[in-house]
């Protein structure tokens, strides 16, 4: 854990670091994103839990900050931190009567991308393309089946495709779509314990204004 | 060109930590016990604490035969009682040229605490057989404990072995086999209420989605209390047993109760519920245990194989009682109806020899619905002898 977020501090400040500031090489970006999910789980076992018992994950809105910094024109490192969403589980398959809300967790995901800008600076409008990786940590975690909840945190890529507006040469306007890879093994502990695996496939949409200086 | 280069190495080391992925939460009851003695034992005792499966006899003084004198006894253990028919218990301790007799026999209110000392005061010690037919772990108010069974909790066997020996000694074999009757008795309370949700559901009082709810629920309650058993019953071996002397120490978990012909009979529905019970417990059993130095025997495993594969192991029924209800009525006139195995006899040609027509102690399983005739403790013991040599004990 520790190590992992050093890399990331050390990335932050060797980005920081890169090269002598000049116009238009940095950028903030703040947005709203809709997380959406498409979870597969490995199905909910345990004792007592008959077969076929699953849950279903639900989307969630948040705000999206990000920092962008271009390496070159066209090459950009960009770290995006969002507020953390509460995500919200339901009961399915032969459990399905146990009904909505049978868990939330808020997901603190910060993701890294590196991003290609396509054209020139200057350009109105300016498509863009990142892979990078992200990181998932599940916090609060609450359920109304077991009072003690676990779930392991994710590592996983991350892949992105947006376009940006430019309104002036400080202030554009982006879209962006991302597709993230997320898995945790989750542990409930109660009168029994309950077992299972979350592949939540993430989507996101985001759209946005940034400021570039 | 230079940075992007960099760049893309600081992504690559960023990834390769990345696939280590994030650790996974403990899972409660995956762990093991550990640190149990790996020698052989000098055992000059073998100490039994548990329920009926274990228990040598305490309720005999009930099964006498009305008129006769000197007493004659139809009954007394549970199994296919006769004169030459043991329990695992006695056949384990004789085979390590050993004795153990009951530590209390009684009935209704009456009970006397080692009885074999008052008629072979030699054999005074050997009374460390605590195992009584309802115990529970904890709750002095077994089953059967109203209609006069004395169903001394484990947790009051061990005190009484402390209170009578001060400490285990490392040349005392104990055994804990408890729980099946905390299982019987959640059962029954789920039952209870599922029986309740049925009928409400069925009166149009509930829908289906909350009916489901409301026997989970009540399974959960159930599971709870078999959790609430399993981390007593563990936490009296590590503190009273463990940390009392006790060295060679051996916890067996629990058998299936739905294999059981009591729990074949149940409802398919209601089944899966008793497997959950018997499985809870094991799990927080296992887990209170873990890293303790003792020896769990997972007797699940072992009558999951017999009934997978009975006539590897002599046995022609797996299914049927061998012990007939209505000739037990008969025999006790009409006290016992429930065709309990503490009042069958199977000894042939006398009058109170309570066997089904075609049933057997030595090729039938089952005495009545939960407990085994005397070749299903036989094979149960053969078991316990082999685990005891493969933890190198004897």
Redesign the interface.
Same mark, same amino acid.
């Given at each position: 854990m520790t190590s992992r977020l050093q890399t990331i501090a050390v990335a932050i400040a060797a980005m920081l670091a890169a090269g002598a500031a000049s116009a238009q090489e940095n950028a903030v970006k703040f947005g709203v994103v809709e997380y959406t999910t498409h979870a597969e789980t490995s199905g909910i076992t345990g004792v007592g839990v008959p077969p076929g018992a699953d849950a279903t994950v639900g989307n969630a809105t948040t705000v999206v900050f990000t920092y962008e910094r271009l390496l070159t024109p066209n090459i950009g490192a960009e770290i995006a931190l969002g507020i953390p969403p509460t995500i919200k589980a339901n009961a399915a398959g032969t459990v399905a009567f146990l009904g909505s809300d049978v868990l939330s967790a808020k997901v603190v995901a910060p993701a890294f991308f590196l991003n290609y800008h396509f054209g020139a600076i200057g350009d109105t409008w300016r498509p863009y393309l990142g892979i990078g990786f992200n990181y998932t940590r599940f916090m609060s975690i609450e359920s109304t089946l077991a009072p003690s909840v676990q779930m392991s945190d994710s590592w996983g890529w991350a892949a992105q495709g947006g376009i940006s507006y430019a309104i002036n040469d400080k202030w554009s306007l982006f879209g962006s779509i991302a597709a993230l890879q997320v898995k945790s093994n989750l542990v409930a502990s109660g009168a029994t314990v309950l077992q299972t695996s979350i592949n939540f496939r993430p989507i996101t949409y985001t759209i946005g204004a940034a400021y570039s200086f | 060109?230079n /940075? &992007?280069k960099?760049?893309?190495l &600081?992504?690559v #080391? =960023?990834?390769l #930590?990345? =696939?280590?992925?994030? &650790? !996974?939460?403990? #899972?409660?009851?995956s762990g093991s016990p550990s640190g149990a003695p790996t020698t052989k034992g000098s055992f000059t005792a073998v100490v039994s604490f548990g329920d009926s499966l274990s228990d040598l006899g305490t309720y005999t003084p009930a099964t006498v035969i009305p008129g006769t004198n000197p007493p004659v006894y139809m009954g007394g253990k549970f199994t296919t009682n006769s004169a030459t028919s043991t329990i695992w218990v006695e056949n384990l301790t004789t085979s390590l040229g050993l004795v153990i007799t009951p530590a209390a026999m009684g009935f209704a209110g009456q009970s006397v605490a080692c009885p074999i000392a008052a008629q072979v005061p030699s054999l005074a010690n050997t009374c460390t057989g605590y195992g009584q037919g309802g115990s529970r772990v904890t709750d002095p108010n077994g089953i059967g404990h109203s209609t006069g069974a004395l169903t001394v909790p484990v947790v009051t066997q061990i005190a009484n072995h402390l209170a009578r020996f001060v400490s285990f000694k490392s040349t005392d074999l104990i055994f804990v086999l408890a729980g099946n009757n905390d299982v019987f008795v959640q059962f029954a309370t789920f039952a209870a209420t599922a029986a309740q949700v049925q009928a409400d559901a069925a009166a149009g009082k509930l829908t289906? !989605?909350q009916a %489901?709810?409301a026997l989970?629920n009540a399974?959960?309650?159930a599971? =709870?209390g078999m /959790?609430q058993a399993a981390q007593e019953l563990g936490g009296y071996v590590i503190n009273q047993i463990l940390a009392k002397g006790g060295k060679y120490v051996t916890v067996m978990m629990l058998p299936d109760f739905a294999l059981t012909p009591f729990g074949q009979s149940l409802p398919a529905s209601a089944q899966?519920?008793a497997t =959950?019970l018997s499985? %809870?417990f094991n799990?927080w059993l296992r887990d209170t245990l873990t890293n303790q130095p003792v020896q769990l025997i997972d007797t699940l495993v072992f009558f999951d194989s017999i009934a997978a594969d009975p006539s590897h192991y002599g046995i022609t029924n797996m299914t049927t009682p061998a012990c007939d209800a209505a000739k037990i009525s008969v025999i006790t006139g009409g006290a016992v109806t429930d065709g309990s195995s503490l009042f069958c006899n199977s000894t042939p040609g006398v009058p109170y020899n309570g066997l089904a027509t075609g049933a057997s102690a030595t090729t039938w399983f089952w005495a009545d619905g939960v407990h085994p005739t005397t070749i299903g403790h036989k094979i149960f013991s053969d078991a316990v002898i082999s685990q005891l040599k493969s933890f190198g004990w004897i």
């Open positions: - | 060109m /940075k &992007s960099s760049w893309g &600081s992504l #080391v =960023a990834l #930590v990345a =696939a280590c992925g994030g &650790s !996974d939460p403990y #899972v409660p009851g289906a !989605d %489901n709810t989970f399974q959960t309650v599971l =709870a /959790k899966p519920v =959950a499985q %809870n799990l």
